[in-house]
């Protein structure tokens, strides 16, 4: 991973991040972000429209004037053209942050077609499978919680 406090093009006040490039084409950015305690990623604006989506640790978001606490399993759009940044005080956080090109979302409906755009989104249906060792077969000599 690269640490973006010291690129050049880094949003002035950046520090303690690292990123990697995933996945990059006309259409989309896909990064990995490393936030180390009391990091932070500068306020800053983009073009594109942002998904920040924390995959482990916490921290806090600003969009606009607006600031939140975040926790891994949570996102956040970062809309284009709007102030935003991200910090955390006495955890670290890694992130994959989605920015998406104006001419990429501009161009989604055309490509996906009416139907799709107009369908809402059903809600996932599912389960968690059942334990296949039940707590009277379990044997905490192989070093395995329970």
Partial sequence: MQLVGDVD?????????ADQTIWSDARARVTELAMSR???????????????????GGGWVQVGEERAAINHGE????????????????????????EL??????NEPAELGD????????AAVGALAAPSV?????????????
């Avoid at 009391?38 to 482990?56: E, K, N």
């Avoid at 090109?101 to 501009?106: M, R, T």
């Fill in 134 to 146: 039940q707590p009277d077969e379990h044997d905490e000599s192989e070093g395995e919680p329970w």
């Fill in 75 to 98: 996102a956040v759009t970062w809309p284009p053209g709007v102030t935003h940044g991200a910090w955390t005080d006495g955890s670290e956080l890694r992130a994959i942050l989605i």
């Fill in 101 to 106: 090109p104006d001419e990429a979302i501009a």
């Fill in 38 to 56: 009391r990091a932070i990623i500068g306020p800053q604006t983009s073009p594109d429209l942002g998904l920040f989506i924390v995959i482990s």
């Fill in 115 to 122: 139907a799709a755009v107009r369908s809402p989104a059903s």
């Fill in 9 to 17: 093009t880094a949003p002035v006040g950046t520090q303690g991040l």
